[in-house]
């Protein structure tokens, strides 16, 4: 069974960094992709990266890019979320999430990531005061 646990959240101030962690287990081969998911209150769910297992592609929405950078450490089965330049509107929480069977990420699987993720983490919450 895939598991997937969120760490590093916390409070920052605008123009800090904040380096999120999914420590993943359960898959047995390399085809899946991870990516990370945040909703903010009172809004709707915004998917933020991912990268492939299989291939290390990445996807960045266009509100991060730039910013933020997702990388993985295969050794550890973590996938890393580098934030940096915070801003008051990344206030969220943030979900790890996963799909497996998937060896390229691309704008099109990017678009499907906000519901179509087959495996969620609990959540770690971000806070970005201005």
């Known amino acids: 069974e895939v598991q997937l646990v969120e760490s590093g959240g916390g409070l920052v101030q605008a123009g800090g960094s904040l380096r999120l962690s999914c420590a993943a287990s359960?898959?047995?081969?390399?085809?899946?992709?991870i990516g990370w998911i945040r909703q903010a209150p009172g809004k709707e769910r915004e998917a933020v990266s991912c990268i492939s297992g299989s291939d290390g592609s990445t996807y960045y929405a266009d509100s991060v890019k730039g910013r933020f950078t997702i990388f993985s450490d295969n050794a550890k089965n973590t996938v890393y979320l580098q934030m940096n330049s915070l801003k008051p509107e990344d206030t969220a929480v943030y979900y790890c999430a996963a799909d497996r069977f998937v060896t390229h990420v691309s704008a099109s699987y990017f678009a499907t990531m906000n519901y179509g993720m087959d495996y969620w983490g609990k959540g770690t919450l971000v806070t970005v005061s201005s």
């Open positions: 359960g898959f047995t081969s390399d085809d899946y992709a």
